[in-house]
Structure formats: structure tokens, C-alpha cells
């Protein structure tokens, strides 16, 4: 199935994208009307992907910038759009500059990791992430010419990271 998946995303073009991106802004804003939270909405296609960022509105917008509650509003989210489009949505939602915050942490995990590999472990296995956070580690230590891989399945999904 997930080459089905991969052929219909690969389709996709860039006006799909920003009207994936559309939906997926309605949504956010009449869930940010609902709880009576004030947000700036930013759309934009990169990678392949539609990005929606949240800005502004203060402590308030804060509250929703937490990890998992910003996977679990994009998971929401994708499901809205996908309703509407009959494609599979890639879409990825950042709430108050929380995926630039995460990006950040993760870079932390892979130095830590590098600095463990190059004292001498074999590997270090890192705690389970999404799809989006492994595609983004695998980017990270690439760069700094170390191997990844993905383990596991689902929520224990993650990257053990081992020398190249």
C-alpha cells in the first residue's frame, strides 16, 4: 500500500499543494475560533509538502505549541484534508515556531549520539519519533557522515544511528 501511496503523492502538484494547504488553514482557523485563540496563519509548499504555520496570539497559541499536541492537530488535520482531496495528505503543521524548537532538540540527540559512537559504541538507539522527525534525523546525521536507520513499528518507530 505505501507504494500506492508514494504514486499518488508523486502527482501531486504544486496548485494541489497550496490547496492542500488552503483546507488545511480552514480547518486550524475554525479550531483557533473554537477555543477562542488568536493565530496568524502561514501557507507554503516546499519538499513536496504543504506547510501551515501558526504565529503569533501570545501565551494563549502557546499552550498548543507542545510536541505532541502539534502531531496530534497535524494528524487531525491531515485526516480533514485527505476527506476532502481523496489523497493522502503530507502535510506538516508548525503552532508557534514548535517544529523549529523540536528540529533544534533533535540535533541535540544526534551530537549526543555522535559523540557516544565516536567514544566507542557500536550504536545508540534513539527514543521513538514520527515519520516527519526520522526523515529529518536521517537528514541530520547524513551530514555529519554517520549511518541511520529506522527500527520497530508504529509508535516505536525509531532511528539507531551507528558509525558509516
Same mark, same amino acid.
Given at each position: 500500500? #505505501?507504494?500506492?501511496? *508514494? %504514486?499518488?503523492?508523486?502527482?501531486?502538484?504544486?496548485? /494541489?499543494?497550496?490547496a492542500? +494547504?488552503?483546507?488545511?488553514?480552514?480547518?486550524?482557523?475554525? !479550531?483557533?475560533?473554537?477555543? %477562542?485563540? %488568536?493565530?496568524?496563519?502561514?501557507? #507554503?509548499?516546499?519538499?513536496?509538502?504543504?506547510?501551515?504555520?501558526?504565529?503569533?496570539? +501570545?501565551? /494563549?497559541?502557546?499552550?498548543?505549541?507542545?510536541?505532541?499536541?502539534v502531531q496530534?492537530?497535524?494528524?487531525?488535520?491531515?485526516?480533514?484534508?485527505? *476527506?476532502?482531496?481523496?489523497?493522502?495528505?503530507?502535510?506538516? !503543521?508548525?503552532?508557534?515556531g514548535?517544529?523549529?524548537?523540536?528540529?533544534?532538540?533533535?540535533?541535540?540527540?544526534? %551530537?549526543?549520539?555522535?559523540?557516544?559512537?565516536a567514544?566507542?559504541?557500536?550504536?545508540?538507539?534513539?527514543?521513538?519519533?514520527? @515519520?516527519?522527525?526520522?526523515?529529518? &534525523?536521517?537528514?541530520?546525521?547524513?551530514?555529519?557522515?554517520y549511518? @541511520?536507520? #529506522?527500527? +520497530?513499528?508504529?509508535?516505536?518507530?525509531?532511528? &539507531?544511528? #551507528?558509525?558509516?
Amino acid at each position: 500500500m #505505501s507504494d500506492k501511496l *508514494n %504514486d499518488v503523492t508523486d502527482t501531486v502538484t504544486t496548485d /494541489d499543494l497550496e490547496a492542500e +494547504g488552503d483546507l488545511a488553514a480552514d480547518y486550524i482557523e475554525g !479550531l483557533l475560533d473554537l477555543a %477562542d485563540l %488568536d493565530g496568524d496563519l502561514d501557507i #507554503s509548499v516546499a519538499s513536496g509538502r504543504a506547510y501551515l504555520s501558526v504565529t503569533g496570539g +501570545g501565551e /494563549d497559541l502557546d499552550q498548543l505549541a507542545m510536541p505532541e499536541t502539534v502531531q496530534a492537530l497535524q494528524d487531525l488535520t491531515r485526516i480533514v484534508v485527505q *476527506n476532502q482531496t481523496g489523497r493522502f495528505s503530507r502535510l506538516i !503543521l508548525d503552532i508557534g515556531g514548535s517544529r523549529g524548537a523540536r528540529a533544534a532538540e533533535l540535533r541535540g540527540l544526534v %551530537d549526543a549520539a555522535v559523540a557516544q559512537i565516536a567514544a566507542g559504541r557500536q550504536e545508540v538507539e534513539l527514543e521513538p519519533m514520527s @515519520s516527519y522527525e526520522r526523515k529529518l &534525523v536521517h537528514d541530520m546525521v547524513a551530514e555529519v557522515g554517520y549511518h @541511520s536507520e #529506522s527500527r +520497530g513499528e508504529g509508535r516505536d518507530r525509531r532511528l &539507531v544511528i #551507528s558509525a558509516a
